[in-house]
């Protein structure tokens, strides 16, 4: 038995509407679906925490103005690699602190050449530990300076004086002290989530639970807080953000 | 049935599908390509005629109200809104300026309290998903399906759990635990802007404040459309946005960055 015309038209019909039904309802969650596995590759990644950090210029001096005068600053530092060469031990930069007073004058200068490892850019299990979310450049292994001085500052400029041929660049980010009122140093310290303390202990021989008074005293009042550089983004610097995967993220806020 | 009359049957059943077979209501009034004032007061909206939109506003009760503003042609694809416009300081001037230096699309904020007190009932807006506020979302969805809608609110650092939580200024979340890529990147520009001050990812970042309840976010996730995102502002920050028109530049900017 074969159908009619009328027959064949009216299944043929069915059809079209039911297809053009379907494209309505899936055509966007499907495009959304494809568009978020072309990222697949990065948000697979078990993202512990992002930081914002400043690309040193080459050119001029990044500057950092603190909201007290100072007898210490944390810098710290790493290079991003583009096109790495084979093997290697890192990638070798140098960078200038200068240190100025209130009024201007230069208390001090400082060259600090450094070497950002290579192997710190890898986890045990291979994952990536730190990570810009877009682009080619690696980020190499991380540096710390603590730069301290017998006069109080107020400012600090930070310039990348060298760099091997291969880094494409150096990113800083500053820190000042967290100022604390004395006797708030054990409310500031419990006020941290659990991971926080823990992560701020992690030097210490024992878990947080079992610090005395006089160790939560003194990590809590070693607590530093980001400061970002003078000036306009985009004109005067350029902030990148740095992602660190889990579970080695937490170590990024102290 | 004769073969004119089956294909008559089959035009008839075609045009009332497409006419959705009911009478316009506030989600396809707010979705509408080119919304008419006519058609808001048909919802029982107050309408204020302005040269290139319509501010609409619900009617008043206990003092309170929605307002809504609709740019009738053109526009950058956002919304920008505060459901707790009054409770959330300054989330309501934020969102009304957003709008304007934005050139956004659409705008909405409500003055209705969220606790209830003397003989007036409070309503928590972010988590009502029959109400205007829910349809203003929907509709401007299916007019911008690539859009974002993006929720002002505020909190309070003291009532934060954890310290990273109390410290930062901006939590950031898109009402689900599975943030997608394009909230990453709008919170990579909004980090840029709050810097040195932090702005957190939820639930990468911190476990408060991600809109996990939000009936919007909700609404919008079923609907399929346009994308959500919800903005916890310090106090800090919220003012330090009202004072200062740069930075409302960038955040601005941020959002628009969001739907190029």
Redesign the interface.
């Known amino acids: 038995m074969s159908l009619s015309f009328l027959g064949r038209s009216a299944v043929f019909a069915l059809l079209a509407i039911i297809a053009a039904w379907a494209g309505w309802v899936w055509a966007v969650p499907l495009a959304r679906y494809v568009i978020a596995a072309q990222d697949s590759t990065q948000t697979g990644i078990d993202i512990a925490s992002r930081a914002i950090a400043y690309r040193l210029d080459g050119e001029r001096p990044m500057a950092f103005a603190f909201s007290q005068p100072l007898d210490r600053v944390k810098i710290i530092s790493h290079a991003a690699v583009v096109d790495a060469p084979g093997p290697t031990l890192g990638a070798r930069y140098t960078v200038r602190v200068r240190l100025f007073d209130a009024d201007g004058a230069e208390l001090a200068s400082y060259d600090r050449s450094l070497l950002s490892g290579r192997q710190d850019d890898e986890t045990a299990t291979g994952s990536v530990r730190r990570f810009y979310r877009a682009g080619d450049a690696s980020i190499w292994g991380q540096d710390q300076l603590i730069v301290e001085n017998g006069a109080p500052f107020t400012r600090v400029e930070v310039e990348l004086v060298d760099a091997d041929a291969f880094v494409d660049g150096v990113d800083v980010r500053v820190y000042e002290r967290r100022p604390i009122r004395s006797g708030e140093e054990r409310s500031v310290f419990l006020r941290r989530s659990a991971e926080e303390r823990a992560a701020f202990a992690a030097a210490n021989s024992f878990p947080a639970e079992m610090l005395t008074p006089d160790e939560i005293r003194n990590l809590a009042i070693n607590l530093w807080r980001p400061v970002g550089p003078v000036g306009i983004e985009g004109r005067d610097y350029r902030a990148l953000v740095v992602y660190s995967a889990s579970p080695q993220g937490l170590e990024e806020d102290s | 049935m004769t073969?004119r009359s089956?294909w008559l049957a089959?035009v008839v059943l075609?045009a009332s599908c497409s006419a959705g077979g009911q009478a316009p209501d506030a989600r396809a009034f707010f979705g509408a390509r080119q919304p008419e004032a006519a058609a808001a007061q048909a919802l029982g909206l107050a309408v204020d005629q302005q040269p290139g939109e319509l501010v609409l506003h619900d009617p008043e009760l206990c003092g309170a109200r929605g307002n809504y503003i609709l740019r009738q042609t053109g526009g950058v694809p956002v919304a920008a809104t505060a459901p707790h416009g009054v409770h959330d300081r300054h989330t309501a001037e934020l969102a009304r300026m957003a709008y304007r230096e934005g050139t956004f699309a659409a705008a909405a904020w409500n003055s209705v309290p969220r606790r209830a007190s003397g003989h007036c009932d409070g309503l928590d807006l972010a988590r009502a998903a029959v109400h205007p506020f829910t349809d203003f979302a929907l509709g401007f969805s299916d007019r911008f399906?690539d859009g974002l809608i993006v929720q002002f609110h505020g909190f309070d650092g003291d009532r934060r759990?954890?310290?990273?939580a109390?410290d930062a200024a901006m939590i950031v979340s898109d009402g689900t635990r599975t943030p997608?890529?394009g909230l990453?990147?709008l919170?990579?520009c909004l980090?840029?802007m709050a810097?040195?001050d932090?702005?957190l990812?939820y639930p990468?970042?911190t476990g408060e404040l991600g809109a996990r309840e939000n009936a919007q976010a909700a609404a919008l996730r079923d609907a399929?459309?346009a994308r959500f995102a919800h903005l916890e502002m310090s106090l800090d920050l919220r003012e330090t946005l009202l004072a200062d028109k740069?930075l409302r530049a960038r955040l601005t900017g941020c959002l628009e960055e969001a739907v190029a």
Do not use: M, W
């Open positions: 073969a089956f089959g075609l399906p759990e954890s310290a990273r109390a997608g890529p990453f990147a919170a990579d980090s840029r810097a040195p932090r702005v990812v990468a970042e399929g459309g740069d």
